[in-house]
């Protein structure tokens, strides 16, 4: 019961120390109002007043970003999702008359563009707002000999949302949906825009802290196969020669192992 008691004793003296100091370190740089958020408030929504309150802030912590007056963020859409009692940053509010919704998430230069998704397409499902993908598409140039290729059409591409869902799930399920809608620069809307029409499309999911572009080229069927095209003839006069040209070797026969569920198949070609 001693010990117990002292350590009680201990306990408070400690705390009333630490909060004389804070109080008085408070007191010497003092403190400022700055705007935060009433409640927990989802993204997407135009603050109104009483979605906001003034809130102390140390002086000495500056907060770049911050506002003084709620006046300045009244009609203002939301672009990120805030906790209660959370400074509302610049950095977290949309244009001023950019809208609402789904809108008020583009930023100025930017466009929303919507692409038909399957479980395939949306990478079994995992696709979440905030996604970082690359855009894939198989398809066969026009007016050529040549078979079909893949090329990576679009790197490092944020997708804005899964369906109608702008937030990710917190569970973190996978949702399969019909439609994926990426945030893009105009130029690269036509592209993606192009591409769909042109061909299959296809998303690679990508790490969110990998924001490196590769220098890749088109990936052609002749390649899968192992079929080397044959080397351009030298310039020049031909001599003609008496020996036998070896016939080409037949090309390596590929064996993929397809699984759907408890099923497994095998697809050569």
């Known amino acids: ?40 408030l989802p993204a997407g929504i135009p603050l109104a007043g009483k979605d906001l309150e003034l809130m102390d802030w140390p002086s000495n912590l500056q907060l770049p ?25 610049q950095r977290d509010l949309g244009a001023e008359g950019s809208g609402v919704g789904l809108s008020g998430k583009i930023p100025e230069g930017m466009r929303a563009t919507a ?12 696709l979440y707002p905030g996604s970082k993908v690359d855009v894939l598409c198989t398809f066969t140039q026009p007016g050529t000999s040549g078979g079909a290729m893949t090329h990576t059409v679009l790197q490092d591409v944020e997708v804005l949302t899964a369906g109608q869902t702008i937030e990710p799930d917190p569970s973190g399920k996978p949702q399969t949906v019909n439609v ?12 993606l825009q192009l591409a769909s ?4 499309i296809q998303f690679v999911l990508r790490s969110g802290a990998d924001q490196k572009t590769v220098e890749l080229k088109p990936t052609r069927l002749e390649q899968l196969a192992g079929i080397v095209p044959a080397p351009a003839p030298a310039e020049g006069p031909v001599k003609k020669t008496a020996r036998r040209t070896p016939a ?22």
């Open 180 to 191: 994926v809608t990426l945030l893009l620069n105009p130029e690269d809307s036509q592209k």
């Open 115 to 126: 692409v038909r998704s399957n479980e395939i397409v949306g990478v079994a499902g995992f």
């Open 65 to 89: 970003g911050s506002f003084a007056k709620m006046d300045e963020l009244l009609g203002r859409p939301l672009l990120r999702a805030k906790s209660a009692h959370e400074p509302i940053l």
């Open 1 to 40: 019961m001693i010990a117990l008691i002292l350590a009680a004793i201990l306990a408070g003296l400690v705390t009333m120390y630490f909060n004389r100091r804070l109080r008085a370190s408070n007191a010497a740089h003092g403190m400022v109002k700055i705007v935060g958020a009433v409640n927990d």
């Open 197 to 200: 029409s042109q061909g299959t």
């Open 248 to 269: 080409p070797k037949p090309p390596s026969l590929y064996v993929l192992e397809v699984i759907q569920g408890t099923k497994r198949s095998e697809e050569k070609f």
